[in-house]
T-cell receptor, first 116, second 109 residues
Framework: DGGITQSPKYLFRKEGQNVTLSCEQN?????MYWYRQDPGQGLRLIYY???????QKGDIAEGYSVSREKKESFPLTVTSAQKNPTAFYLC???????????????FGPGTRLLVL | QKEVEQNSGPLSVPEGAIASLNCTYS??????FFWYRQYSGKSPELIMF????GDKEDGRFTAQLNKASQYVSLLIRDSQPSDSATYLC?????????FGKGTTLSVSS
């Protein structure tokens, strides 16, 4: 089955701790994205990557870091500098090329991060 | 600052009625428009995309786009209780999408 997987489903972070959220896709998509969703809010873009070994900051990148060493993987690290990390984190991917599908993004199931 | 605006709702309709969800956007250069459905606690799933002015139909769903008015809408015909969810409008901003905050739809049986 092709799709996007995220792990873990729930993650607990202690004060001052860095935590890493996993995102893997086997859709052969070039582009991958990380969003944060707070209750009653839309999705806010944290980071995105259009190609391996390259990524760009989104609207709320402070306190987060990413890497894109493989096409299939785009992990997100929530650092201790992110003072309010409690949120629902969504990873997405999109194929590039065909105009009609250019920016259609498909989402993983999400990771809910809670602060202890 | 590029923006996408939606009425947060809740929009309440009886079963079998037509639900109309609306979205406006600020960037005149946007070319692609998307509607996602998100059930509580779940991730968004794509319902439809549209990039030409006019209507696009897929089953009970119709997306309508008016680029001159910077307006996109989603009609759901014969609404079902299973349609109760939050509907997110998304607009392309070149290399990423900008999402609205979503409209919560409640369909009563």
């Amino acid at each position: 089955d092709g799709g996007i997987t995220q792990s873990p489903k729930y993650l607990f972070r202690k004060e001052g701790q860095n935590v890493t959220l996993s995102c893997e896709q086997n859709l052969n998509h070039d582009a991958m994205y990380w969003y944060r969703q707070d209750p009653g809010q839309g999705l806010r873009l944290i980071y995105y990557s259009q190609i391996v070994n390259d990524f760009q900051k989104g609207d709320i990148a402070e306190g987060y870091s990413v890497s894109r060493e493989k096409k299939e993987s785009f992990p997100l690290t929530v650092t201790s500098a992110q003072k309010n990390p409690t949120a629902f984190y969504l990873c997405a991917s999109s194929i590039r090329g065909d105009r009609e599908l250019q920016e259609t993004q498909y989402f993983g199931p999400g990771t809910r991060l809670l602060v202890l | 600052q590029k923006e996408v605006e939606q009425n947060s709702g809740p929009l309440s309709v009886p079963e079998g009625a037509i639900a109309s969800l609306n979205c406006t956007y600020s960037d005149r250069g946007s070319q692609s428009f998307f509607w996602y459905r998100q059930y509580s606690g779940k991730s968004p799933e794509l319902i439809m995309f549209i990039y030409s002015n006019g209507d696009k139909e897929d089953g009970r769903f119709t997306a309508q786009l008016n680029k001159a008015s910077q307006y996109v809408s989603l009609l759901i015909r014969d609404s079902q209780p299973s349609d109760s969810a939050t509907y997110l409008c998304a607009v392309d901003a070149g290399t990423a999408l900008i999402f609205g905050k979503g409209t919560t739809l409640s369909v009563s049986s």
